[in-house]
Nanobody, 125 residues
């Protein structure tokens, strides 16, 4: 059974940085695309970033481009989200997700088969 465990969330001031990690287990991590999504209170879940199986291709939500970086270490079965220049509007629960295929094609959550439990990120102004 696939398990995804996020860590690294917390409270940070605007302009600060956080690095989220997501450790995967249960199947061949290096065979699947990975993604990060977030959900703020009262809002729908939204796509944040995706990375294909070997890290050779990435995609970002427009509002985080240049501030966030998704990466993966297949030897450690872990995907990361480095978040810099954080803004209050980045406040949300962040979820990692494991894809159904080795590559992503869009930003839909339907492309992902397994989800973590989420980690809270709060950015104060």
């Amino acid at each position: 059974q696939v398990q995804l465990v996020e860590s690294g969330g917390g409270l940070v001031q605007a302009g600060g940085s956080l690095r989220l990690s997501c450790a995967a287990s249960g199947r061949s991590f290096s065979s699947y695309a990975m993604g990060w999504f977030r959900q703020a209170p009262g809002k729908e879940r939204e796509f944040v970033a995706a990375i294909n199986w070997n890290g050779g291709s990435t995609r970002y939500l427009d509002s985080v481009k240049g501030r966030f970086t998704i990466s993966r270490d297949n030897a450690k079965n872990t995907v990361y989200l480095q978040m810099n220049s954080l803004k209050p509007e980045d406040t949300a629960v962040y979820y990692c997700a494991e894809g159904r295929r080795s590559y992503y094609s869009g930003t839909s959550g339907r492309e992902y088969e397994y989800w973590g439990q989420g980690t809270q990120v709060t950015v104060s102004s």
